[in-house]
């Protein structure tokens, strides 16, 4: 299985799995057909209501098409990097610096669809992602993004994803409430390679990055504990506001 390597902003070393050509032709289908069923439904009421848009009403019929022009590129900007296709296939778009990509890459990625897909009907798309090393068709080169797997391993995302339960739990580190859904995110991120490569360094460096971000000291012996009540912290106060 394919692997990238990305430092993140906060300095910190992560392995995603690659999403493979397989998985990224199946979700490129599965869009497809979303479009195609739009476009029949849309030639199917235009059709029978020819009448109504005469006098001018052109714009409409353009109006009417813009979802499917637009579709990858609002999905992924409005979806965290998903389109239905990619969202059942578990891969996203990302930004080579391991941060949510930014609407300018998407726009540049969703541009260059035009020459990676439409005009060579998706055979150079197929030949890039096949043969470069990050499995990049022409638009992820350019936009600097990659598609990643999204899907942990069961066990630890129960963990993960799981509010606290506990009606009487009672926070560790209450600051942790400063911190953002994005911060939390690289926190999961950070848990599911130390579970997958076993680099516990890993842990050590998100938790000094949030004991200096937050001001506080570490009540845990072990980094991998500490993020673990970070996390859990961070579910039973956001719950309760």
Known sequence: MAVISITTTQNIALEY??????????????????????LFLITMV?????????????????????????????????????????RVMGIKVIS???NQASFGQYLTR???????????????ATIMVAVTERHQRIGDLIAGTVLVKT????????????????TNYTANYPEVINLRDSDMQLVKEVLINVQKTGNTMLALQMMRKIEAVLNIQSKHAEPVNFLYAILSDYNHLTAKL
């Open 17 to 38: 799995d690659l999403a493979s050509l397989g998985e990224r032709i199946v979700a490129t289908i599965i869009d497809l057909v979303i479009m195609g069923a739009y």
């Open 46 to 86: 235009l059709s029978s209501s020819a009448g109504a848009f005469d006098n001018g009403a052109a714009w409409l019929y353009v109006f009417l098409f813009l979802p499917v022009a637009f579709y990858s590129l609002l999905s992924e900007q409005f979806f965290n990097g998903q389109t239905v296709g990619k």
């Open 96 to 98: 080579l610096n391991g």
């Open 110 to 124: 969703w541009l260059f669809r035009l020459v990676d897909m439409w005009l060579f009907g998706f055979v150079l």
């Open 151 to 166: 899907k942990p391993r069961s066990a630890l995302q129960q963990t993960l994803y799981t509010p606290v339960a506990d």
